[in-house]
């Protein structure tokens, strides 16, 4: 299959799950898409694609610049691509955590989070800026032996399993959760600004990270989508942009510590949650 038909078969795939979120939603009447972010998601999407092949060889630019100093080199076997995937996925808990903790990278991790709605689009309302940062978390990986192709490669796959996490269609799997993979239920909770849910549930394709570093919280309580801060309104450019500005002038702060201030700056707020309508 030619990369031509797989972006296809990606697009179907996108398309086909959303619409299904949307009946789902539709025949139980939940309130899970707005028309105007919906439109805003797809936009940060369409964007994000464009930039694609000039993030993509930047990562493989950044990656293949480190290869020439590997010690060893791990040899090409399915066990060996298995490996990459999952220290991929690990190098990539202690990203996204950092995505959170520090408040410099938070100003484009909040992009995603932004949101008071929770649906598949969600998984596609990502920074513009981040694409080009986060290879350098993962280059180190290179000095270890492992290959720059399988590590793209384990990023992307990562990244198409996290789409279908971006849901409430899907409940809480009983014993399954927080047992070994990342669930629907688990990583509602990571996009919930409920005080006891903010910095929570950072893994990406295996849960049992936040398991080992005392970072899983089950879902219990109604989740709140969103960030502490307010609501930003639907103009992708005011959400992709607004929180670097703000940072750039000293006015900016991660989630826990507003949390923690019992409130926190509402100059983003422009407007409010709106129905399912768009209103």
């Not at 898409?33 to 993030?55: I, Q």
């Amino acid at each position: 299959m030619t990369a031509e038909y797989a972006q296809l078969a990606l697009v179907a795939l996108f398309a086909l799950a959303v619409a299904a979120e949307l009946l789902w939603s539709r025949r139980l009447a939940r309130s899970v898409y707005n028309l105007r972010e919906t439109l805003g998601n797809l936009f940060m999407m369409f964007v994000n694609n464009l930039l694609k092949p000039l993030s993509l060889a930047w990562t493989l630019l950044v990656l293949s610049a480190i290869e020439p100093l590997q010690p060893w080199r791990l040899p090409e076997t399915g066990w060996a691509i298995l490996a990459t995937f999952v220290v991929t996925d690990f190098v990539f808990y202690w990203y996204h955590r950092a995505s959170h903790e520090v408040s410099a990278l938070w100003t484009m991790h909040y992009t995603h989070h932004s949101s008071p709605w929770m649906n598949l689009t969600t998984a596609v309302r990502l920074s513009w800026i981040a694409k080009f940062v986060s290879p350098l978390f993962f280059a180190p990986l290179v000095l270890l032996g492992f290959s720059p192709l399988v590590i793209a490669a384990s990023l992307a796959l990562g990244l198409l399993y996290q789409f279908f996490l971006h849901t409430e269609s899907i409940g809480r799997l009983g014993w399954f959760e927080g047992v070994l993979l990342n669930t629907p239920s688990a990583h509602r909770v990571h996009h919930g600004s409920n005080a006891r849910y903010i910095d929570r549930n950072y893994a990406g394709v295996f849960i049992v990270w936040d398991r080992l570093f005392g970072t899983y919280t089950p879902e219990r309580e109604a989740v709140r989508y969103g960030v502490t801060t307010g609501f930003a309104g639907h103009n992708p450019f005011v959400v992709q942009f607004r929180p670097l500005w703000d940072y750039l002038r000293g006015d900016w702060r991660r989630e826990r510590q507003v949390a923690e201030e019992g409130g926190g700056p509402k100059r983003m707020t422009t407007a409010g949650p709106l129905d399912a309508a768009g209103r």
